[in-house]
């Protein structure tokens, strides 16, 4: 199995940027796609974006197209999602997961962290 550790979350206002990663133990790493999603108080749990084993696929929602960036590094057993230009919209607790194919559907993903908080003020 695959456990991960989200980190990097926090405070920060509107406009400005944050980097969360998710470590990943083991030694499989690479051979899973990576899952980032989101959930805010009295929501579902929505996709944010995703990257396959290698790198050579990503995929975004259209609400964070163009702001959230997604990457990998394999060698260190760590997904990144780094964020710009911050929303309020965008405060939620934060989690990466690990599946076998990058899809929207959380249900497909077999591993997920604990999460980390964040919270972007006006």
């Known amino acids: 199995q695959v456990q991960l550790v989200e980190s990097g979350g926090g405070l920060v206002q509107a406009g400005g940027s944050l980097r969360l990663s998710c470590a990943a133990s083991?030694?499989?790493?690479?051979?899973?796609?990576m899952g980032w999603f989101r959930q805010a108080p009295g929501k579902e749990r929505e996709f944010v974006g995703g990257?396959?084993?290698?790198?050579?696929?990503?995929y975004y929602s259209d609400s964070v197209k163009g702001r959230f960036t997604i990457s990998r590094d394999n060698a260190k057993n760590t997904v990144y999602l780094q964020m710009n230009s911050l929303k309020p919209e965008d405060t939620a607790v934060y989690y990466c997961a690990a599946g076998y194919l990058v899809v929207a559907d959380k249900s497909k993903y077999y591993f997920w962290g604990q999460g980390t908080q964040v919270t972007v003020s006006s």
């Open positions: 990257i396959n084993w290698n790198g050579g696929s990503i």
């Open positions: 083991g030694r499989t790493f690479s051979r899973y796609a």
